[in-house]
């Protein structure tokens, strides 16, 4: 199984295809997971990661993918690296690739380092999330979890609620939504509203308007660390306003279910009674596909 690019750097390259290609293989991974009998696809290989900005759920869940794999890890962390001695980004780029690697995953806070970094290496790159702009792997595991929630993938109502402005998630979502032909609802107060609007994304700063009628409900985290001060709000009035209650839970459609990419700011834009309710939230469920999805990404760019 091969996807129809050699990197996975954002959703707007990947066709259809390769998106229901991913979520196959991760169902299989998933269950393959389950029953204890992970094929070592990948043994041999040397996989690379190359992170800048923190991370838990990501990173963790792709070496567990890897190493469930077969694969072996080398982690280049920046700030233990000759980054702090002056060494620029692309010799640094230009040493790690002349080890070899058999892919590499990157995180970076730049926007586009990802396909910078493509452009310098010998082998796949996977983009784990650069500045606001894509992080394909968490919307393929949520396109993953929504598949479980909800038997299918299109003609769905995704609202994602919060900081959409600063959000890698919401832009991956909004794009892999658009070519699954569901809706996506985006919920923000003005300075946090997107600034381009494709033609299957409605925009709202009404809470009531823009959970009415919808599947998926994923708020979203204020990322504080990409926004000017004068941007962040106050998180008293932000949670009182847009935060996710059990009673707000009620404007959506009964069935409706709660996401979240986490990390979660309790009582800032979800609260605990809707994060840990067992019935609406598969938020856990959610970041424990992080594993079969990345299995099915690393498949399927290394063999
Ligand atoms: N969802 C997500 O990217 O989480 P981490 O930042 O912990 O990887």
């Known amino acids: 199984m091969k996807l129809s690019v050699p990197h996975l750097l954002d959703i707007a390259s990947l066709t259809k295809d390769d998106i229901h290609l991913v979520l196959d293989r991760a169902r299989v991974h998933k269950q393959n997971l389950a029953h204890n009998r992970v094929a070592p696809l990948l043994q041999g290989k040397v996989i690379m990661t190359i992170f800048t900005e923190n991370s838990t759920r990501t990173r963790v869940s792709f070496d567990m993918a890897a190493l469930r794999l077969g694969a072996s890890l080398i982690h280049w962390d920046e700030k233990i690296s000759s980054a702090q ?11 790690l690739n002349g080890y070899k690697p058999d892919a590499i995953i990157t995180r970076h806070h ?19 999330g650069d500045s606001y702009r894509e992080h394909p792997s968490q919307a393929l595991l949520d396109a993953f979890t929504v598949h479980e929630c909800k038997g299918r993938l299109d003609n769905l109502t995704i609202t994602i609620i919060g900081d959409i402005a600063h959000s890698r998630v919401a832009n991956s979502n909004i794009a892999l939504w658009g070519k699954l032909n569901s809706r996506v609802h985006v919920i923000a ?10 033609d299957h994304v409605k925009v709202f700063s009404n809470l009531r308007e823009g959970l009415e009628g919808c599947d998926i409900i994923m708020p979203l985290r204020l990322q504080k660390e990409r926004m000017e001060q004068a941007d962040i709000p106050d998180e008293t009035a932000y949670f009182q306003t847009y935060g996710l209650t059990l009673e707000r839970l009620s ?15 309790r009582g800032v834009e979800i609260d605990d009674m809707v994060a840990d309710d067992p019935h609406f939230s598969k938020i856990f469920q959610q970041g424990a596909n992080g594993v079969p999805v990345r299995m099915a990404i690393l498949e399927s760019l290394l063999t």
């Open 85 to 95: 001695k002056g060494e620029t980004f692309s010799d640094t780029i230009a040493y």
């Open 110 to 128: 730049e926007y586009n380092a990802p396909s910078y970094i493509a452009a310098r290496v010998d082998c796949p790159v996977i983009n784990a």
């Open 189 to 198: 107060p003005e300075n946090l509203q997107p600034q381009k609007i494709p």
């Open 251 to 265: 404007m959506a459609k009964n069935d409706a279910v709660v996401l979240h990419p986490g990390p979660m700011n």
